[in-house]
Protein backbone atom coordinates (compact mmCIF):
# COMPACT_ATOMS: atom_id res chain seq x y z
CA UNK A 1 0.00 0.00 0.00
CA UNK A 2 1.28 3.15 -0.89
CA UNK A 3 0.55 5.96 1.98
CA UNK A 4 1.04 9.92 1.30
CA UNK A 5 1.32 12.07 4.44
CA UNK A 6 0.27 16.02 3.66
CA UNK A 7 0.84 18.76 5.71
CA UNK A 8 1.70 22.47 5.63
CA UNK A 9 5.59 23.07 4.93
CA UNK A 10 6.58 18.92 5.20
CA UNK A 11 8.79 19.96 8.11
CA UNK A 12 7.16 18.17 10.95
CA UNK A 13 3.80 16.19 11.17
CA UNK A 14 4.15 14.69 7.49
CA UNK A 15 7.44 13.76 7.78
CA UNK A 16 7.45 12.06 11.47
CA UNK A 17 4.54 10.51 10.02
CA UNK A 18 6.49 9.39 6.61
CA UNK A 19 8.96 7.53 9.29
CA UNK A 20 6.94 5.90 11.47
CA UNK A 21 5.12 4.20 9.25
CA UNK A 22 7.55 3.71 6.92
CA UNK A 23 8.82 0.45 8.54
CA UNK A 24 5.58 -1.00 8.86
CA UNK A 25 5.28 -4.53 6.24
CA UNK A 26 3.57 -3.96 3.37
CA UNK A 27 3.76 -0.07 3.48
CA UNK A 28 5.37 2.62 1.07
CA UNK A 29 5.19 5.87 2.61
CA UNK A 30 5.86 9.31 0.98
CA UNK A 31 5.16 12.76 2.34
CA UNK A 32 5.24 16.61 1.13
CA UNK A 33 3.90 19.98 1.78
CA UNK A 34 0.95 22.19 0.29
CA UNK A 35 3.18 25.36 0.64
CA UNK A 36 5.24 26.81 -1.85
CA UNK A 37 7.89 27.07 0.90
CA UNK A 38 7.74 23.27 1.74
CA UNK A 39 10.63 20.85 2.52
CA UNK A 40 9.01 18.98 -0.59
CA UNK A 41 6.13 20.65 -2.53
CA UNK A 42 3.45 18.49 -3.05
CA UNK A 43 3.54 17.09 -7.14
CA UNK A 44 0.52 15.76 -9.22
CA UNK A 45 2.81 12.35 -9.20
CA UNK A 46 2.70 11.99 -5.51
CA UNK A 47 -0.95 11.98 -5.47
CA UNK A 48 -1.09 9.61 -8.36
CA UNK A 49 1.61 6.90 -6.34
CA UNK A 50 -0.82 7.06 -3.50
CA UNK A 51 -3.05 4.50 -2.42
CA UNK A 52 -4.57 6.19 0.37
CA UNK A 53 -3.39 10.20 1.37
CA UNK A 54 -3.51 11.60 4.79
CA UNK A 55 -3.79 15.49 5.37
CA UNK A 56 -3.12 16.88 9.27
CA UNK A 57 -5.98 18.95 9.14
CA UNK A 58 -9.31 20.07 7.75
CA UNK A 59 -7.53 22.77 5.59
CA UNK A 60 -5.19 21.02 3.63
CA UNK A 61 -8.40 18.90 2.45
CA UNK A 62 -9.46 21.73 1.42
CA UNK A 63 -6.05 22.93 -0.41
CA UNK A 64 -5.46 20.14 -2.32
CA UNK A 65 -9.47 19.62 -3.22
CA UNK A 66 -8.56 23.26 -4.89
CA UNK A 67 -5.18 22.71 -6.41
CA UNK A 68 -5.19 19.04 -7.24
CA UNK A 69 -8.93 18.86 -8.24
CA UNK A 70 -8.23 16.51 -11.30
CA UNK A 71 -5.72 14.42 -9.60
CA UNK A 72 -7.59 13.54 -6.44
CA UNK A 73 -10.43 11.85 -8.37
CA UNK A 74 -11.73 8.25 -6.59
CA UNK A 75 -8.31 8.93 -4.06
CA UNK A 76 -9.06 8.71 -0.45
CA UNK A 77 -8.31 10.76 1.54
CA UNK A 78 -8.23 11.08 5.36
CA UNK A 79 -8.14 13.65 7.66
CA UNK A 80 -6.44 13.24 11.11
CA UNK A 81 -6.94 16.67 12.55
CA UNK A 82 -3.96 17.13 14.01
CA UNK A 83 -2.68 20.40 14.69
CA UNK A 84 0.42 22.36 14.01
CA UNK A 85 1.71 21.89 17.55
CA UNK A 86 4.60 19.26 17.50
CA UNK A 87 8.17 18.79 16.75
CA UNK A 88 9.15 16.36 14.44
CA UNK A 89 9.47 12.78 15.90
CA UNK A 90 8.08 13.90 19.36
CA UNK A 91 6.53 10.82 21.03
CA UNK A 92 2.82 12.33 22.00
CA UNK A 93 2.98 13.04 18.13
CA UNK A 94 3.86 9.72 17.16
CA UNK A 95 1.44 8.18 19.90
CA UNK A 96 -1.59 10.36 18.40
CA UNK A 97 -0.33 9.16 14.56
CA UNK A 98 0.08 5.61 15.88
CA UNK A 99 -3.50 5.67 17.07
CA UNK A 100 -5.15 7.63 14.12
CA UNK A 101 -3.26 6.52 11.19
CA UNK A 102 -2.86 2.62 12.55
CA UNK A 103 -6.26 1.03 12.00
CA UNK A 104 -6.51 2.26 8.73
CA UNK A 105 -3.33 0.95 7.97
CA UNK A 106 -3.79 -3.12 9.40
Known sequence: MN???ICSANKLRSPTAERVFGNWPGIET???GLLETAELVLSP???E???VIFVMEKRH???LSKKFRRHINGKRIICL???DDYDYMQPELIALLERKVGPFLR
Do not use: G, H, Y
Open 3 to 5: VLF
Open 30 to 32: DSA
Open 49 to 51: WAD
Open 81 to 83: DIP
Open 45 to 47: EQI
Open 61 to 63: RMK
